[in-house]
């Protein structure tokens, strides 16, 4: 399997906005839905978004409202739009299948939202 490769993260201010991307190629993921994950520190990994084979999305209700997850085919890649960023987004965002969590692990992308 092909590890995903996570990038988009940084530091931003809160109320700003980031675009993060998941360039995820490999058969699992033109099988199965994929979501966007992320663990801040000491909390355990939860799922914050999710997009199926067919383009219908779902949202934790953490994010929904703020956050919008899409994918382009042709490129392989699934991104995730995150406006009125909060402190407590902050964390570490990580893509793989949904609703287990089948593929490799990338290493993520750190996002920090402080003034």
């Known amino acids: 399997q092909v590890q995903p490769v996570e990038s988009g993260g940084g530091l931003v201010q809160p109320g700003g906005s980031l675009r993060l991307s998941c360039a995820a190629s490999?058969?699992?993921?033109?099988?199965?839905?994929t979501g966007w994950y992320r663990q801040a520190a000491g909390k355990q990994r939860e799922l914050v978004a999710v997009?199926?084979?067919?383009?219908?999305?779902n949202y934790a209700d953490s994010v929904k409202g703020r956050c919008t997850i899409s994918r382009d085919n042709a490129k392989n890649t699934v991104y995730l739009q995150m406006n009125s960023l909060k402190p407590e987004d902050t964390a570490v965002y990580s893509c793989?299948?949904?609703?287990?969590?089948?593929?490799?692990w990338g290493q993520g992308t750190q996002v920090t939202v402080s003034s």
């Open positions: 793989n299948t949904s609703p287990l969590a089948v593929g490799n």
């Open positions: 997009i199926q084979i067919g383009g219908s999305t």
């Open positions: 490999g058969s699992i993921f033109s099988i199965f839905a």
